[in-house]
């Protein structure tokens, strides 16, 4: 392996959120050089249910998803390749008072934040959508068909594909161990092997943002979550449903491989960054699973997994600028960086190449949380 002396700009973390990063920064010409500890997509990003959805609480969450959404739909055109892209739509049904005020909020706000199709849906045209499902105890939903699914993997990969063909250098296997900043203001990165000189350091680690913070004494209010997924054998009559979320247990689901790909959070559980799968959680996952879609009594599990959600106190990415110059943050995505990432790293390119904040990242800026009390996201898996 041979990493240059120099770089205009290292990017720390080859997630989907740092591979956006690099190509949208090569579109403009500025050839980054990306570290990535272990293996491109091996963090968080390779263990998402690939959910892409616009419905959120809050207005810039919104615009930033419909960003996304239009991106995926380039994406093969742009990089070559195939995304996985399929717009199963999101249902989010409540089975409480409060559920439904904030659903019908949401919407109203979503309307007219340019997200068309979204709509308040009433127990029986849920049924409709989704036969099959337990409605007895459901006041409403909501759903978009323009959200959907694609493939985390495909994703990554295709960014750092069409990033390398315009220039950017990606490295696996290169842990960066510290950042020193040098007397005249640049960075001293360093990995176990490499000395790299830049102006610019981007921290895209993820559910590991707050340690590469800490090289450059930038506090970041990330703190890791386990989130397990399991995904059921093959049913012996398909369920062609949206992603479905049923908001009240935070219990979801969407169609994989003729089974369907389950995952739940757990409140109970503190921060850590244990990635060990929890059986006796499966058995808790179930009872909810079944309860809201009877057809998955007795289904097999195929296989399971845990990963890293990378959680801020208002459950909203932190993109943009720090105290130190030229270190700029892109994380914090709280369970969102998939589906965010295509235009995150858009918006991002287009900062740092004008070191301005343009109008879309002003909510996510790091300084937030020092100021005035934020508003937080409050449609949350
Ligand atoms: C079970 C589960 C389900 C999810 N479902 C969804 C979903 O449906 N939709 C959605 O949008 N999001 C979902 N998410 C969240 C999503 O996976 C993350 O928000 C997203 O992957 C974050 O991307 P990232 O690139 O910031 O982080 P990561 O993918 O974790 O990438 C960060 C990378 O940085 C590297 N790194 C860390 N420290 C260093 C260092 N010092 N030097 C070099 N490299 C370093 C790591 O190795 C890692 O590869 C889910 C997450 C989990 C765990």
């Known amino acids: 392996m041979s990493l240059p002396p120099r770089a205009t700009c290292v990017i720390v973390g080859g997630g989907v959120v740092g591979c956006s990063l690099a190509y949208h920064l090569a579109k403009h010409g500025l050839k980054a050089l990306l570290l990535e500890a272990h293996e491109l997509a091996g963090g968080s990003t390779g263990r998402c249910a690939g959910g892409v959805r616009q419905q959120f609480s809050t207005h810039q969450n919104v615009v930033l998803g419909m960003e996304s959404r239009n991106l995926l739909l380039q994406f093969a055109d742009e990089t070559g390749v195939d995304p ?116 610019i350091v981007v921290d895209c680690a993820g559910a590991h943002a707050g340690a590469v913070g800490q090289m450059v004494g930038v506090p970041l209010p990330v703190l890791p979550y386990r989130r397990h997924i399991f995904v059921t054998e093959p049913l012996a009559e398909p369920l062609r449903i949206p992603m479905t979320v049923d908001f009240g247990t935070s219990f979801y689901a969407h169609p994989e491989g003729g089974g369907l790909l389950l995952g739940m959070s757990d409140p109970d559980e503190g921060s ?110």
């Open 84 to 199: 996985g892209f399929r717009q199963i739509g999101y249902l989010f049904v409540g089975t409480q008072p409060s559920h439904i005020e904030l659903f019908h909020r949401n919407v109203a706000m979503q309307q007219a934040a340019g997200l068309r199709d979204v709509t308040f849906l009433e127990p029986d045209a849920i049924g409709e959508l989704v036969p099959g499902i337990r409605k007895e105890d459901l006041l409403g939903g909501t759903y978009c068909p323009s959200d959907g699914i694609a493939s985390p993997n495909e994703v990554t990969t295709g960014y750092a594909t069409a990033a390398r063909r315009l220039g950017a250098h990606i490295e696996e296997n290169t842990q960066v161990v510290d950042i020193e900043v040098t007397e005249s203001g640049a960075f001293r990165v360093i990995t176990g092997t490499h000395e790299i000189e830049t102006g």
């Open 272 to 381: 850590s960054f244990s990635t060990e799968v929890s059986w006796d959680f499966l058995e808790h996952l179930v009872e909810h699973a079944v309860w809201r879609l009877p057809a998955l009594a007795g289904a097999g599990i195929k296989t399971g997994w845990a990963g890293l959600y990378e959680v801020t106190p208002d459950h909203q990415a932190i993109i943009g600028k720090t105290r130190v110059p030229g270190f700029w943050v892109s994380c914090g995505f709280s369970g969102h960086g998939f589906m965010q990432a295509p235009a995150a790293g858009a918006h991002l390119a287009d900062a740092i190449v004008a070191d301005a904040i343009p109008e879309q990242l002003v909510s996510f800026s790091l300084e937030r949380f020092s100021s005035e009390q934020t508003e937080p996201e409050l449609a949350v898996i």
